[in-house]
């Protein structure tokens, strides 16, 4: 079994950069507890999976794109980088909209 085969690296960037950056950005703007990756491996793979079918229609017109040029890998590098970078941000300020903070409990540690 080679771990290093091709289809296998792609399939574990696609399923774990995206939540693990969503992850660390989430801890980072919203205080928490840390907590190791192996602890958080489901919840990484989770975002990146909701991650991959948000953009899936950018992937389609992507790989619809027949030469490897230059706009097919910014296209994955927003894919796989930012998009995942902005998902914690946007969330956090959907939750702080206050018709929505009223239906939403946010539990904030505190000392």
């Known amino acids: 079994m080679d771990i290093f085969?091709?289809?296998?690296?792609?399939?574990f960037i696609i399923f774990?950069?995206?939540g693990?950056?969503?992850?660390?950005?989430?801890?980072l703007i919203v205080p928490c507890d840390t907590?190791?990756?192996?602890d958080c491996l489901l919840d990484i793979v989770c975002?990146?999976?909701?991650?991959?079918?948000t953009t899936f229609w950018i992937i389609d017109i992507i790989n619809k794109l027949q030469n490897k040029n230059i706009l097919v890998y910014i296209?994955?590098?927003i894919i796989l980088i930012v998009i995942p970078l902005l998902w914690p941000i946007i969330i956090r300020l959907i939750l702080n909209?206050?018709?929505v903070k009223k239906y939403i409990l946010i539990v904030l540690p505190t000392d």
């Open 5 to 11: 085969d091709i289809n296998k690296i792609e399939l």
């Open 16 to 18: 774990f950069l995206p």
């Open 20 to 27: 693990f950056i969503s992850n660390k950005v989430w801890s």
């Open 35 to 38: 907590k190791k990756t192996s």
């Open 47 to 53: 975002y990146s999976c909701i991650n991959f079918g």
């Open 75 to 77: 296209g994955y590098f």
């Open 97 to 99: 909209i206050p018709s």
